[in-house]
């Protein structure tokens, strides 16, 4: 089966500054690859997400990389805010199977006013 | 996109005992699941919920143990049986609609003491 690995499980920036969570994963076939932001207390809450054909997608100050060849794809946050402090999680799957996801560890990012 | 809610969204239970969560979405969905998240760690895809059949579950999750229904497209129940403080998590119902985009329900917190 599918597994996803992320790096770093845990990330500490100034206010103002960029972060940079990267992820691996091991199936050829997942090509679906999204990010969820989790709050402490709360539901996963999708962000951004980025399919195959694609190799990078942006969303005001969140952008989403892809390497298919590589097996991996990366979250980058620019301009962070204290509000982005949060457990991030990627996730593969296939789109067909969009629902049915390996997700990775986590990295809990705190950004610092 | 699609309305989740969950019940109950937590309980206090002891051992030995049993707790069925329901989740009801406010539109039709092609594809519901089961996810669970024990303190501090990653979401796990426990099943598939499938609508009058039975629930196809992942490696490590049986159904004697985590009983599915799905009697309609727009609502599913979680039974956890038997429960020992390890069954201690967060409990969450997921959607998938006509596109690959993954909602996630609020989330029942469980503590079997």
């Known amino acids: 089966g599918e597994n996803v690995e992320q790096h770093p499980s845990t990330l500490s920036v100034q206010e103002g500054d960029s972060a940079v969570i990267k992820c691996t994963y091991s199936?050829?076939?997942?090509?679906?690859f999204p990010w969820y932001k989790q709050e402490l207390g709360k539901r996963p809450q999708l962000i951004i997400d980025?399919?195959?054909?694609?190799g990078e997608k942006k969303d005001q100050r969140i952008a989403v990389t892809l390497n298919k060849t590589a097996k991996h794809f990366s979250l980058h946050i620019t301009e962070t805010q204290p509000e982005d402090s949060a457990v991030y999680f990627c996730?593969?799957?296939?789109?067909?199977?969009?629902?049915?996801?390996?997700f990775g560890d986590g990295t809990t990012l705190t950004v610092k006013p | 996109s699609a309305v989740i809610s969950q019940k109950p969204s937590r309980d206090i239970c002891q051992r030995g005992t049993s707790l069925t969560i329901q989740c009801q979405v406010d539109?039709?969905?092609?594809?519901m699941f089961w996810y669970r998240q024990q303190p501090g760690q990653s979401l796990t895809l426990i099943a598939t919920?499938?609508?009058?059949?039975?629930?196809?579950?992942e490696s490590g999750f049986v159904i004697d143990k985590f009983p599915i229904s799905r009697p309609n497209l727009t609502f599913s129940t979680l039974t956890v049986s038997n429960m020992s403080p390890e069954d201690s998590s967060i409990y969450l119902c997921?959607?998938?609609?006509?596109?690959?985009?993954?909602?996630f329900g609020p989330g029942t917190r469980l503590t079997v003491l």
């Open positions: 996730a593969a799957s296939t789109r067909t199977n969009a629902g049915k996801s390996t």
């Open positions: 980025i399919r195959s054909n694609v």
């Open positions: 919920a499938n609508q009058g059949s039975e629930a196809t579950y």
């Open positions: 539109s039709q969905v092609t594809m």
């Open positions: 997921s959607v998938t609609g006509q596109t690959d985009t993954q909602y």
């Open positions: 199936d050829s076939a997942s090509n679906y």
